[in-house]
């Protein structure tokens, strides 16, 4: 194999990454995952992922996870509800969503962040991770790379693997392409099951996306029972920082929320009432649909590094682990002879379905901040029922 006798760097341990590294370590490759958090024990956030047939399940299935995959995922977490901004339920699959099951065409399994790092970090060699490693920089050495962290430490390797996210401080090394700014403003909250009564008896599990007047709110029970919720809604860039918010300060974020979502059910209210704080606004970005950049041998980009997108089609995390599962085949594919054909051939491909992905991302986005996106999601999600039922 091409990756004989080469050591690895993994620069990033989410999904992607530990995924890559535990496909590589199945192949007897020598690879270590440097991951900025202080040890595995770092809060994990974000809002639960949904696994696709073709690509995250894909990838667990290839990692031999499968089974340890089905007694980690959260049966009916993807049950879904959607409401307009009076609270009011105009579509529900909660009764009516059949009981489906791996292999299904449209089973989207769902899985907890944290649970899932867990289950990929446990099937990893003892010291695989290589915590508090916040990479700062890097310089050719030989036919690899030296890498620098910021706790003072170096490590050589010869292929280095970009994923260490939207923000990647490796990309530069490849390509100038940066993400574009997509004009929406997510602004994530997190309030226990507890402190939420009302949304809590809603959503039994599930999720909810409310819609009204171009703003939408969208929710997800997690496997402890926090609602991890998001404000999405139109905004320029610099929003964060010109709005004058302290997000640590609940008072007047639920200020803030009364007045932007003045025409929106008192019910709301409860989300920002009790979060925890701080709140996180996440600016969302995508790359260019069009983006290249010359193959070189020794350094390459997967998951958010190499095409962030919108998560408005789910298929962030989905793409990313299937770069890995992707890559780590070219990397031991016979057909090449050398890393940079195997590595130009991983990217063609990966390139061009993750500007598909996407496209399909921004449309959803723009579906969904509209005047008319509460009729055009319940219109994608009464005919996306009609087929289940014909099937």
Known sequence: ?????????????????????????????????????????????????????????????KAELLDEFKNTFRPGADKTLIMNDQAEI?????????????????????????????????????????????????????????????????????????????????????????PIYSGVVMLEGNVSKENSPHIDALIQGGKIMAFGNTK?????????????????????????????????????????FREKYSDWSEIWTELFENATTPFIPRLIYSMPLDQTWETMPNVTLIGDAAHVMPPFAGEGANMAMLDALELSEYLMDPQYTTLKEA???????????????????LENGERMHSEKALEAMLEFFNGHSEEQEEK
């Open 343 to 361: 590595i130009a051939a991983y990217e063609i491909k990966m390139r061009k379905r993750a500007a598909i992905a996407t496209q399909e991302s």
């Open 90 to 178: 105009l579509y529900s699959d909660h009764e009516t969503k059949p009981e489906e099951d791996f292999g299904a065409e449209h089973f989207r399994p769902e899985i907890d962040r944290g649970p899932l790092r867990n289950m990929l970090l446990g099937s990893l060699h003892p010291g695989t991770v290589v915590w508090d490693s916040h990479f700062i920089s890097m310089e050719p050495q030989g036919t690899g790379w030296l890498l620098h962290f910021k706790n003072g430490t170096s490590a050589y390797a010869d292929l280095v693997i970009a994923s260490d996210g939207a923000n990647s401080k490796i990309r530069p090394y490849l390509t100038n392409n940066k």
């Open 1 to 61: 194999m091409l990756i004989n006798n080469k050591s690895i760097a993994i620069v990033g341990g989410g999904p992607a990454g530990l995924t890559l590294a535990r496909l590589l370590q199945l192949k007897n490759a020598s690879v270590k995952v440097y991951e900025r958090d202080v040890n595995q024990f770092a809060r994990v956030q974000g809002s639960p992922l949904d696994m696709h047939e073709d690509s995250g399940l894909a990838a667990i299935r």
């Open 216 to 256: 939408n709110i969208l929710i997800g029970q997690k496997g402890n029972g926090d609602l991890g919720f998001y404000a999405s809604f139109k905004a320029y860039e610099n929003w964060p920082a010109d709005s004058g918010l302290d997000f640590s300060d609940k008072a007047q974020l639920l200020q803030w």
